[in-house]
Nanobody
């Protein structure tokens, strides 16, 4: 069984910063693409940032210049560093990972349970 657990969300004032973490645990052979998504009330879930196992990343235009994605492959953990936060960044943030559980298994997409980020004064 594989679990993704997000942490680091909370309430922050506009202009503030947060760091989200996503830790993968369980039976893991290899982790490929990992990503952060977010869903605001009444809106569809949207991609925020993705990163591959080699550290190559892509950031959504809405977060470019403010958010940075990184990962520690030794710890099976991914991070989202969020700076200059705006009220429109308020959402539930979810992590996602493409994981192979053993050398013979297929790659499966897993989701975390989400962590709330609220940007408000």
């Amino acid at each position: 069984q594989v679990q993704l657990v997000e942490s680091g969300g909370g309430l922050v004032q506009p202009g503030g910063s947060l760091r989200l973490s996503c830790a993968a645990s369980g039976s893991i052979f290899s982790i490929y693409i990992m990503g952060w998504y977010r869903q605001a009330p009444g809106k569809q879930r949207e991609l925020v940032a993705i990163i591959d196992s080699g550290g190559r990343s892509n950031i959504a235009d809405s977060a470019k210049g403010r958010f940075t994605i990184s990962r520690d492959n030794a710890k099976n953990t991914m991070y989202l560093h969020m700076n200059s936060l705006k009220p429109e960044d308020t959402a539930v943030y979810y992590c996602n990972a493409a994981i192979r559980r053993n050398s013979d298994s297929e790659i499966t997409m897993y989701w975390g349970q989400g962590t709330q980020v609220t940007v408000s004064s």
